[in-house]
């Protein structure tokens, strides 16, 4: 079944500007995972949450999860060029091997 | 910082031909897995390896797929008879006990 379906697919913005992206799944999970991958290059884990947190913040990332809803959105705040990159939610069900469960993932451009 | 090294960074292949792509995971890690992109579209899962043994594979990786981890240190993937379709970008990652996962930088599998 697709699990992190994201939107929106692609978004560009000015420098310094908030970027938020949405995520949504369709089972139950353990936790929730945003990676993000430079174009052409391997996914970096930014940040993850667990199934009975709500939000968590690291840096100028904040991520929210709705369990009810089944959706997490991750906040970029003052955007930089340097954050242009696709990003990705994962999820990790229970009681499997730990496998990441991507979205398709949303492009981010950042304007100078 | 530790990282999860991948060879060759491009491999091209004619379809039918044997290729092994190779992976070093993070020396202490103790979960290792493949995955795959297809340009322009979301990363897949195909197996996951811990204890010496597969511990979880998808749809994608059938019996033209074999993983192995032949000393402490390397981690190979094999795909036996090469078609079109497993053109794609593969990666590597591993993991410890934490839930998140170090990825490679990848190989460029180009089926011709």
């Known amino acids: 079944s697709q699990q992190g379906e994201e939107d929106p697919q692609a978004l560009s913005i000015q420098e310094g500007e908030n970027a938020t992206m949405n995520c949504s799944y369709k089972?139950?999970?353990?936790?929730l995972q945003w990676y993000r991958q430079n174009s052409g290059r391997g996914l970096v884990h930014l940040i993850l949450i667990r199934s009975n947190e709500r939000e968590k913040h690291s840096g100028r990332l904040r991520v929210t999860l709705d369990t009810s809803k089944k959706s997490s959105s991750l906040l970029i705040t003052a955007s930089r060029a340097a954050d242009t990159a696709s990003y990705f939610c994962?999820?990790?069900?229970?009681?499997?091997?730990?496998?990441?469960?991507f979205g398709q993932g949303t492009t981010l451009q950042v304007k100078p | 910082e530790p990282e999860v090294t991948q060879t060759p960074s491009h491999q091209v292949t004619q379809m039918g031909q044997e290729v092994i792509l190779r992976c070093v995971p993070i020396?202490?890690?103790?979960?290792f897995y493949w995955y795959r992109q297809i340009l322009g579209q979301k990363v897949e899962f195909l197996v996951s390896f811990y204890n010496n043994e597969i511990s979880e594979k998808s749809e994608i990786f059938d019996d033209q797929f074999s993983v192995e981890r032949p000393d402490g240190s390397n981690f190979t993937l094999k795909i036996r008879s090469t078609k079109l379709e497993d053109s794609a970008m593969y990666f590597c990652a591993s993991r410890s006990r934490a839930e998140k996962l170090f990825f490679g930088s990848g190989t460029q599998l180009s089926v011709l």
């Open positions: 994962a999820t990790v069900s229970s009681g499997n091997t730990g496998k990441l469960i």
């Open positions: 089972t139950s999970i353990n936790n």
């Open positions: 020396s202490n890690h103790l979960y």
